[in-house]
C-alpha cells in the first residue's frame, strides 16, 4: 500500500507537468501564428495583385481581339461586296455582248437580201456591231474562258466569227465563287477565328478573376483570425493556408494551360 501511495503521488506531478508542456507549446504556437499573420495577410496582397493584374492583361488581350475581329468581318464584308460588284459588271458587260452580237449578226443576215446598195450600208453596221461585239467579250472578266472571241474554234458559246451563240447564258454563281477563290485578300480573313480566340482569351481572364477573389477571402479569414481566441486563430488559420494552397495550383493551371478557341 505504502509503494502504491508513493507512486499514485509520483505521478501526480508528472501529470501536471505534461500538461503545462502542452499548454506551454500551444501558447507559443499561437504566439507564432499570431506573429505570422501580418506577414501572411501583406503576401497574399501581393499574390492578388498579380492575379488581378494578370487578369486585367487577359482582358485587355480579349478586348484587342474582339476589336480585331470586328475589323475582320467589316473588311470581309467589303470585299463580298466588292466581289459581287464585279460579278455584276461583267453581267452588264455579258448583256451588251449578247446585245450587239445579236445585232451584228441580223444585219449581216439582213445584208445578204439586201440591195447592193443597201447591202453597203448594213454590212458596215454589222461590222460596227461586231468590233463593238468582239471587244465586249473581251471585256467579260471572270468567265472570259467562255465568251473570249479571240480564238472562237469549238467554242459552243460562240459563233463562227465570235459573236455571242444564243442558249449558253453567264453562269453568275460560278462566277462568284471563282472571284472569291481569286480574292486572297479574302482568304486571309477569318473573323470568327478571332471571334473565337477572343472569347476564350476572356475566359481565362475571368477565371484569374475567380482566383484572385479566393485570396482576397484568404486575406478577410487572416484578418478575422489575427482578431480571435487562439484556438479559432489556428482554425481559421490552418484553413487559409489551404485555400491559399488551392488558388496558387489554380493559378500555375490557368497561366500554362494553352488557350483553345
Not at 472569347?199 to 478573376?209: D, G, I, K, L, T
Request: one cysteine or more; hydrophobic letters at 45%.
Amino acid at each position: 500500500m505504502g509503494n502504491d501511495q508513493s507512486i499514485a503521488e509520483g505521478d501526480a506531478p508528472g501529470g501536471e507537468g505534461a500538461e503545462q508542456l502542452t499548454a506551454r507549446e500551444r501558447k507559443a504556437l499561437h504566439e507564432i501564428v499570431h506573429t505570422w499573420i501580418p506577414l501572411g495577410i501583406v503576401l497574399i496582397s501581393v499574390l492578388a495583385a498579380v492575379t488581378g493584374w494578370r487578369a486585367s492583361l487577359s482582358e485587355q488581350k480579349a478586348d484587342h481581339g474582339e476589336e480585331q475581329s470586328r475589323q475582320a468581318l467589316v473588311l470581309q464584308q467589303q470585299l463580298i461586296v466588292q466581289d459581287n460588284q464585279a460579278i455584276d459588271s461583267d453581267l452588264q458587260t455579258f448583256g451588251k455582248f449578247a446585245q450587239q452580237s445579236s445585232q451584228a449578226n441580223a444585219l449581216n443576215r439582213e445584208a445578204q437580201k439586201s440591195p447592193p446598195t443597201l447591202r453597203v450600208y448594213l454590212q458596215a453596221q454589222s461590222e460596227s456591231n461586231l468590233a463593238t461585239s468582239r471587244f465586249l467579250g473581251r471585256q467579260i472578266a471572270w468567265q472570259n474562258y467562255t465568251y473570249d472571241p479571240t480564238n472562237p474554234t469549238g467554242n459552243p458559246a460562240l459563233g463562227a466569227n465570235g459573236t455571242y451563240a444564243p442558249g449558253h447564258p453567264y453562269l453568275a454563281n460560278a462566277a462568284l465563287a471563282r472571284a472569291e477563290n481569286a480574292d486572297t485578300e479574302l482568304h486571309g480573313l477569318s473573323p470568327d477565328e478571332l471571334l473565337k480566340q477572343a472569347e476564350a482569351v476572356h475566359s481565362r481572364a475571368v477565371e484569374f478573376e475567380g482566383v484572385a477573389a479566393l485570396l482576397v477571402s484568404v486575406m478577410f479569414l487572416l484578418t478575422v483570425a489575427a482578431l480571435s481566441p487562439a484556438l479559432t486563430k489556428l482554425w481559421l488559420t490552418g484553413g487559409a493556408s489551404v485555400v491559399v494552397l488551392g488558388a496558387v495550383v489554380l493559378f500555375c493551371l490557368i497561366q500554362f494551360t494553352p488557350i483553345h478557341a
